[in-house]
């Protein structure tokens, strides 16, 4: 069972990687860094999801808003991870 849950950890990081990158950065799916959008789409989901889901007072219950705060706080990261990176090129 715990298997179950990590693979479907994994997936749903990479769902919302995937997501948070076309919104950012657009192309298709061959322009898309996958290991940065599924790290984007762990942490966004870990920090969006649970932080707009006991935001709202839904708790730790799997709930619309805890879906989209995952998709928001990947956006974020994946922003901030750019930002980081232009500053580091120059």
Known sequence: MR???ILAI????????WLAWVIVRGGGFREV???QAVAA???GSFVGGLG???LSGDGLA???SGLIGSVIGA???LLIW???QRRRAR
């Open 52 to 54: 707009i889901s006991l």
């Open 75 to 77: 956006v974020i990261v």
């Open 3 to 5: 298997y179950v849950l």
């Open 82 to 84: 750019g930002a980081i």
């Open 10 to 17: 994994l997936v749903w990081g990479f769902l919302v990687g």
């Open 33 to 35: 860094r996958w290991p």
């Open 62 to 64: 799997l709930r619309p």
């Open 41 to 43: 789409g762990l942490i």
